[in-house]
């Protein structure tokens, strides 16, 4: 029906930076309003970013002043900068679409060295 297809992550250095795209396809008029979680191992996923309709975002307090969450609506993409990137950072990274009934994606790992 809808599919997320996140890309971005990989392996990077304390303080480095990376971006996520997540990509939205299938039946849908919209993007929406969309949410970055994260989960690491041993812990439950967790919301560190909310993009809405509008392009108003809001940051969970770990991540605020570092990742920067943008939407581009004509390639049904949202994006998540990450900068200044801490090990704490290290998690799969999911996108999710407040669109009836909810979207995931598939998730993107994100790996920070010290």
């Known amino acids: 029906q809808v599919q997320l297809v996140e890309s971005g992550g990989g392996l990077v250095q304390a303080g480095g930076s990376l971006n996520l795209s997540c990509a939205a396809s299938?039946?849908?008029?919209?993007?929406?309003?969309m949410e970055w979680y994260r989960q690491a191992p041993g812990k439950e996923r967790e919301s560190v970013a909310t993009?809405?309709?509008?392009?108003?975002?809001v940051y969970a307090d770990s991540v605020k002043g570092r990742f920067t969450s943008s939407r581009d609506n004509a390639k049904n993409t949202v994006y998540l900068q990450m900068n200044n990137l801490k090990p704490e950072d290290t998690a799969v990274y999911y996108c999710?679409?407040?669109?009836?009934?909810?979207?995931w994606g598939q998730g993107t790992q994100v790996t920070v060295s010290s």
């Open positions: 999710y679409l407040n669109y009836w009934p909810g979207y």
């Open positions: 299938g039946s849908i008029f919209s993007i929406n309003q």
């Open positions: 993009i809405t309709s509008g392009g108003m975002t």
